[in-house]
């Protein structure tokens, strides 16, 4: 199994690498949509608290999307830790119909402590993480949220917080993440870079016009 994680904070370019890795071929991105990892600690712990969890996801699944969640499995009432991977790949399969060789990837924005927990689930599994300059993201984000000064400002303590968990716990030397600047992502030597780490052979360049449109603000902050 090489399911795909994709994790960065909010306003960082997740959902423009969300749209890049989609287009790839036998890849289905979910976005928004049963964020699996973020019940592990919603429901700690997720092993015995799993069947609340999976009702709390079919639930949120149908008032948001108005679509069921067919699950074809009934776990038990106690799941060892490494039964979640199964649980989870089956979220994914019926979620976006996975077919054989086809690989699931699914975007969760502000769960960067997650990602151990993902490769310990999935240890052929791939994590993408961009991260963006947090004035650009301040910036970004007073525009799209209805909190006013200074509660907008929690997004820059929110970047620190990142890096300094990247930098602690080593993010950028382990070979199955890839750290992403989003001030240089959307260009043809780095997108060629993604796709070389989720081995795919670099074809058509996604320009950023079709990502974000012509009036797609890169720094923000300026």
């Given amino acids: 199994q090489r ?14 690498v969300a749209e890049i890795i989609d287009r790839l071929e036998n890849i289905k991105v979910a976005v928004g949509s049963i964020h699996f990892m973020r019940l592990i600690n919603k429901f700690y712990p997720l092993e015995k608290n799993l069947n609340y969890a999976l009702k709390y996801v079919k639930k949120s699944y149908k008032s948001k999307w108005n679509k069921k969640i067919n699950l074809k499995f009934s776990p038990k009432k106690n799941v060892k830790r490494k039964d979640l991977a199964f649980v989870y790949d089956k979220l994914m399969c019926n979620l976006l119909k996975i077919k054989p060789k086809e690989r699931w990837a699914e975007k969760t924005n502000v769960q960067w402590e997650s990602i151990p927990d993902f490769l310990k689930m999935y240890p052929h599994g791939q994590v993408v993480h961009i991260y963006r300059d947090p004035r650009s993201v301040a910036a970004s984000f007073k525009l799209f949220t209805k909190h006013k000064y200074p509660m907008f400002l929690d997004s820059v303590f929110a ?5 300094n968990y990247i930098i602690k716990n080593s993010l950028f030397k382990n070979p199955n993440i890839i750290l992403i600047k989003f001030e240089s992502f959307f260009s043809k030597k780095k997108i060629k870079e993604l796709y070389s780490f989720l081995d795919f052979d670099y074809s058509n360049f996604i320009s950023k016009k079709s990502l974000g449109g012509k009036n797609f603000i890169y720094k923000s902050f300026s």
């Avoid at 994680?5 to 423009?16: D, V």
């Avoid at 970047?159 to 890096?163: D, G, N, R, V």
């Fill in 3 to 16: 399911p795909i994680f994709i994790s960065g904070l909010y306003r960082s370019g997740t959902t423009g």
């Fill in 159 to 163: 970047s620190k917080a990142m890096f």
